[in-house]
Antibody, heavy 119, light 112 residues
Framework: EVQLVESGGGLVQPGGSLRLSCAASGFTFSSCNMNWVRQAPGKGLEWLSYVSSSSSIIHYADSVKGRFTISRNNVKDSLYLQMNSLRDEDTAVYYC????????????WGQGTMVTVSS | DVVMTQSPLSLPVTLGQPASISCRSSQSLVYSDGNTYLNWFQQRPGQSPRRLIYRVSNRDSGVPDRFSGSGSGTDFTLKISRVEAEDVGVYYCMQATHWPPTFGQGTKLEIK
Protein backbone atom coordinates (compact mmCIF):
# COMPACT_ATOMS: atom_id res chain seq x y z
CA GLU A 1 0.00 0.00 0.00
CA VAL A 2 1.29 3.43 -0.96
CA GLN A 3 1.70 5.51 2.17
CA LEU A 4 3.06 8.91 3.13
CA VAL A 5 3.36 9.70 6.83
CA GLU A 6 4.27 13.23 7.88
CA SER A 7 5.70 14.08 11.27
CA GLY A 8 7.48 16.90 13.07
CA GLY A 9 4.65 19.36 13.43
CA GLY A 10 3.86 21.15 16.65
CA LEU A 11 3.72 24.49 18.42
CA VAL A 12 6.55 26.93 17.76
CA GLN A 13 7.05 30.60 18.57
CA PRO A 14 7.30 33.22 15.83
CA GLY A 15 10.83 33.34 14.51
CA GLY A 16 11.43 29.72 15.45
CA SER A 17 12.24 26.66 13.37
CA LEU A 18 10.79 23.23 12.71
CA ARG A 19 11.79 20.32 10.52
CA LEU A 20 9.01 18.27 8.97
CA SER A 21 9.56 14.74 7.75
CA CYS A 22 7.57 12.55 5.39
CA ALA A 23 8.19 8.80 5.41
CA ALA A 24 7.26 7.04 2.20
CA SER A 25 6.43 3.38 1.72
CA GLY A 26 4.76 1.10 -0.79
CA PHE A 27 6.38 2.62 -3.88
CA THR A 28 9.77 3.44 -5.36
CA PHE A 29 10.41 6.73 -3.60
CA SER A 30 13.67 7.40 -5.44
CA SER A 31 11.77 7.57 -8.74
CA CYS A 32 9.13 9.98 -7.51
CA ASN A 33 9.07 13.75 -7.59
CA MET A 34 7.73 15.24 -4.35
CA ASN A 35 5.93 18.32 -3.09
CA TRP A 36 4.91 20.08 0.10
CA VAL A 37 1.45 21.67 0.15
CA ARG A 38 -0.16 23.39 3.12
CA GLN A 39 -3.65 24.33 4.25
CA ALA A 40 -4.27 27.05 6.82
CA PRO A 41 -7.19 26.39 9.20
CA GLY A 42 -10.46 26.68 7.30
CA LYS A 43 -8.67 27.80 4.15
CA GLY A 44 -7.67 26.39 0.77
CA LEU A 45 -4.58 24.63 -0.50
CA GLU A 46 -1.24 26.32 -1.15
CA TRP A 47 1.68 24.67 -2.94
CA LEU A 48 4.98 25.37 -1.19
CA SER A 49 7.84 23.44 -2.70
CA TYR A 50 8.86 20.77 -5.21
CA VAL A 51 11.88 18.51 -5.48
CA SER A 52 12.58 16.21 -8.40
CA SER A 53 13.40 12.55 -7.86
CA SER A 54 17.17 13.14 -7.95
CA SER A 55 17.00 16.53 -6.17
CA SER A 56 18.36 18.19 -9.32
CA ILE A 57 15.35 20.50 -9.62
CA ILE A 58 13.88 22.43 -6.68
CA HIS A 59 11.17 25.09 -6.68
CA TYR A 60 9.67 27.24 -3.91
CA ALA A 61 6.64 29.44 -3.57
CA ASP A 62 7.51 33.10 -3.07
CA SER A 63 5.82 32.98 0.34
CA VAL A 64 8.48 30.60 1.71
CA LYS A 65 11.51 31.24 -0.50
CA GLY A 66 14.58 31.94 1.63
CA ARG A 67 12.93 30.58 4.78
CA PHE A 68 12.04 26.97 3.92
CA THR A 69 14.30 24.28 2.47
CA ILE A 70 13.10 21.08 0.87
CA SER A 71 15.31 18.01 0.78
CA ARG A 72 15.05 14.27 0.44
CA ASN A 73 16.97 11.12 1.30
CA ASN A 74 16.33 8.38 -1.24
CA VAL A 75 18.13 5.83 0.91
CA LYS A 76 15.79 6.49 3.82
CA ASP A 77 12.72 7.01 1.57
CA SER A 78 12.09 10.32 3.26
CA LEU A 79 11.21 13.88 2.36
CA TYR A 80 11.95 16.87 4.57
CA LEU A 81 10.98 20.50 4.97
CA GLN A 82 13.22 22.68 7.09
CA MET A 83 11.21 25.72 8.15
CA ASN A 84 13.02 28.74 9.60
CA SER A 85 11.91 32.24 10.60
CA LEU A 86 8.37 30.99 11.12
CA ARG A 87 5.51 33.47 11.09
CA ASP A 88 1.94 33.39 12.40
CA GLU A 89 0.71 32.95 8.83
CA ASP A 90 2.67 29.70 8.49
CA THR A 91 0.15 28.05 10.80
CA ALA A 92 -1.32 25.23 8.74
CA VAL A 93 -1.55 21.53 8.07
CA TYR A 94 1.43 20.51 5.94
CA TYR A 95 1.02 17.70 3.42
CA CYS A 96 3.65 15.83 1.47
CA UNK A 97 2.44 14.89 -1.98
CA UNK A 98 3.91 12.65 -4.66
CA UNK A 99 4.16 13.62 -8.30
CA UNK A 100 4.68 10.22 -9.89
CA UNK A 101 5.97 10.15 -13.41
CA UNK A 102 5.72 13.86 -14.04
CA UNK A 103 5.95 17.04 -12.00
CA UNK A 104 2.29 18.00 -12.37
CA UNK A 105 0.80 14.75 -11.04
CA UNK A 106 0.11 15.50 -7.34
CA UNK A 107 -1.31 12.00 -7.12
CA UNK A 108 -0.82 10.74 -3.54
CA TRP A 109 -1.25 12.86 -0.37
CA GLY A 110 -0.17 12.14 3.17
CA GLN A 111 -2.43 12.68 6.17
CA GLY A 112 -0.69 15.93 7.07
CA THR A 113 1.02 17.34 10.14
CA MET A 114 -0.16 20.46 11.96
CA VAL A 115 2.18 23.37 12.53
CA THR A 116 1.07 26.14 14.88
CA VAL A 117 3.10 29.32 15.10
CA SER A 118 2.09 31.30 18.13
CA SER A 119 3.58 33.06 21.11
CA ASP B 1 0.92 33.44 -11.03
CA VAL B 2 -2.02 31.76 -12.75
CA VAL B 3 -5.26 32.52 -10.94
CA MET B 4 -7.77 29.69 -10.74
CA THR B 5 -11.37 30.79 -10.19
CA GLN B 6 -13.98 28.25 -9.17
CA SER B 7 -17.75 28.65 -9.16
CA PRO B 8 -19.90 28.22 -7.32
CA LEU B 9 -18.10 28.33 -3.99
CA SER B 10 -21.04 26.64 -2.28
CA LEU B 11 -23.07 23.90 -3.94
CA PRO B 12 -26.13 22.45 -2.21
CA VAL B 13 -27.34 19.39 -4.10
CA THR B 14 -30.18 16.93 -3.62
CA LEU B 15 -29.13 13.30 -3.39
CA GLY B 16 -29.29 11.62 -6.79
CA GLN B 17 -29.17 14.92 -8.66
CA PRO B 18 -26.26 16.07 -10.86
CA ALA B 19 -23.70 18.66 -9.83
CA SER B 20 -21.28 20.77 -11.80
CA ILE B 21 -18.28 22.86 -10.74
CA SER B 22 -16.59 25.37 -13.03
CA CYS B 23 -12.91 26.26 -12.93
CA ARG B 24 -11.41 29.04 -15.00
CA SER B 25 -7.73 29.92 -15.33
CA SER B 26 -6.27 33.36 -15.98
CA GLN B 27 -4.24 31.96 -18.87
CA SER B 28 -4.23 28.91 -21.08
CA LEU B 29 -3.21 25.68 -19.37
CA VAL B 30 -1.95 24.01 -22.53
CA TYR B 31 1.71 23.14 -22.00
CA SER B 32 4.35 23.11 -24.72
CA ASP B 33 4.17 19.29 -24.82
CA GLY B 34 0.51 19.52 -25.81
CA ASN B 35 -0.82 18.33 -22.45
CA THR B 36 -3.08 20.33 -20.17
CA TYR B 37 -2.10 19.88 -16.53
CA LEU B 38 -5.39 20.48 -14.78
CA ASN B 39 -6.27 18.27 -11.80
CA TRP B 40 -9.35 17.97 -9.61
CA PHE B 41 -9.20 17.02 -5.94
CA GLN B 42 -11.81 16.03 -3.38
CA GLN B 43 -11.34 16.75 0.31
CA ARG B 44 -13.88 15.06 2.53
CA PRO B 45 -14.43 16.50 6.01
CA GLY B 46 -11.45 15.77 8.25
CA GLN B 47 -9.48 14.06 5.48
CA SER B 48 -6.55 14.84 3.21
CA PRO B 49 -7.21 15.85 -0.36
CA ARG B 50 -7.53 13.03 -2.87
CA ARG B 51 -6.95 13.38 -6.58
CA LEU B 52 -10.02 12.51 -8.66
CA ILE B 53 -9.12 13.69 -12.15
CA TYR B 54 -5.80 14.39 -13.84
CA ARG B 55 -4.98 16.09 -17.10
CA VAL B 56 -8.53 17.45 -17.44
CA SER B 57 -10.49 14.26 -17.97
CA ASN B 58 -8.63 11.18 -16.72
CA ARG B 59 -10.24 9.53 -13.73
CA ASP B 60 -7.97 8.11 -11.03
CA SER B 61 -8.16 4.46 -10.09
CA GLY B 62 -11.02 3.79 -7.72
CA VAL B 63 -12.88 7.00 -8.57
CA PRO B 64 -16.54 6.27 -9.37
CA ASP B 65 -17.51 6.83 -12.98
CA ARG B 66 -20.17 9.32 -11.89
CA PHE B 67 -17.27 11.81 -11.73
CA SER B 68 -16.11 13.30 -15.02
CA GLY B 69 -13.86 16.15 -16.06
CA SER B 70 -13.91 18.18 -19.23
CA GLY B 71 -12.72 21.43 -20.74
CA SER B 72 -9.85 23.00 -22.57
CA GLY B 73 -7.69 26.10 -22.65
CA THR B 74 -8.94 28.18 -19.73
CA ASP B 75 -12.37 26.66 -18.96
CA PHE B 76 -12.82 23.39 -17.13
CA THR B 77 -15.68 21.53 -15.46
CA LEU B 78 -16.06 18.76 -12.93
CA LYS B 79 -19.38 16.96 -13.12
CA ILE B 80 -21.00 14.47 -10.80
CA SER B 81 -23.80 12.67 -12.59
CA ARG B 82 -25.72 11.63 -9.47
CA VAL B 83 -24.58 12.97 -6.11
CA GLU B 84 -24.24 10.50 -3.26
CA ALA B 85 -23.83 11.20 0.45
CA GLU B 86 -20.12 10.27 0.34
CA ASP B 87 -19.49 13.10 -2.15
CA VAL B 88 -19.86 15.76 0.55
CA GLY B 89 -16.71 17.81 0.88
CA VAL B 90 -14.67 20.50 -0.81
CA TYR B 91 -13.52 20.21 -4.41
CA TYR B 92 -10.44 21.98 -5.73
CA CYS B 93 -9.10 22.44 -9.22
CA MET B 94 -5.36 22.88 -9.60
CA GLN B 95 -3.15 23.84 -12.50
CA ALA B 96 0.42 22.64 -12.80
CA THR B 97 1.13 23.78 -16.34
CA HIS B 98 2.76 26.98 -15.13
CA TRP B 99 5.03 27.38 -12.10
CA PRO B 100 4.03 27.83 -9.39
CA PRO B 101 1.16 25.33 -9.28
CA THR B 102 -1.98 27.07 -8.10
CA PHE B 103 -5.32 25.93 -6.69
CA GLY B 104 -8.82 27.24 -6.99
CA GLN B 105 -10.54 28.54 -3.85
CA GLY B 106 -12.53 25.35 -3.40
CA THR B 107 -16.21 24.50 -3.86
CA LYS B 108 -18.07 23.14 -0.85
CA LEU B 109 -20.60 20.51 -1.86
CA GLU B 110 -23.32 19.76 0.65
CA ILE B 111 -26.53 17.77 0.60
CA LYS B 112 -29.76 19.77 0.61
Amino acid sequence: EVQLVESGGGLVQPGGSLRLSCAASGFTFSSCNMNWVRQAPGKGLEWLSYVSSSSSIIHYADSVKGRFTISRNNVKDSLYLQMNSLRDEDTAVYYCVTSSGYAAAFDIWGQGTMVTVSS
Amino acid sequence: DVVMTQSPLSLPVTLGQPASISCRSSQSLVYSDGNTYLNWFQQRPGQSPRRLIYRVSNRDSGVPDRFSGSGSGTDFTLKISRVEAEDVGVYYCMQATHWPPTFGQGTKLEIK
